[in-house]
């Protein structure tokens, strides 16, 4: 069933928080709890109906949230994002500066990421794709977008990791360490996914 309805039988709009949903379902369920109605089958069928809302939200939740922490982790940095190229063997590592934005641009940027999110939350993943593709097209050497395009890949290997389309799994995930290779976080889970399906990376092969 949609999760939307869930969060309708809660009387809540896609996407609540944690707190709120548990706020809606205990306002809800105290006028409908048994001890309260007891004897009424049809509050009783409805404490159930809100109760399985109740805990399929905390599971949807509770995913969700793996997805936040590794995306949000990117959606704090300063105007002027650096990367920082391979040491050489001359003195220190040097930066190497990203032009700044233009208005339009960061109008952009702000608008895809959020619209991102929301894919993400909803595990509308082709949609999140083409989204977060056409907007490294856009803004090719932007490091923030090419960590959105890798998160995605990866949110999306690990969803179709969890419906066992594994061949295409293995496909995104080995896509999202490909994008951004000196993410170690993101390099580390995607390893361990492939290990789930057997797969060696190439630096552990012998």
Known sequence: MDIAYYYRVLSLKPGASFAEVKASYRRLARGCHPDVNPGDRQAKEKFIQLTQAYEILLKEISEVANTEIGFE?????????TVTPT???APGPRKVKIPPLNPQDKRLKQSAYEQLREFLKTKRFPRAIALVEALRDRLPIDPEVRQWQAITYQSYGQHLLKQNQLEKAQLYLQRARRTDPH??????EVE???NQLGIQSAHQQV
Not at 73 to 81: C, I, K, L, R, T
Not at 183 to 188: D, I, S, Y
């Open 183 to 188: 993410n170690r976080r993101l390099c580390l």
């Open 73 to 81: 982790a990117f959606s704090h940095s300063s105007p002027e994002p």
């Open 192 to 194: 361990q996914n492939l």
């Open 87 to 89: 040491p050489s063997p």
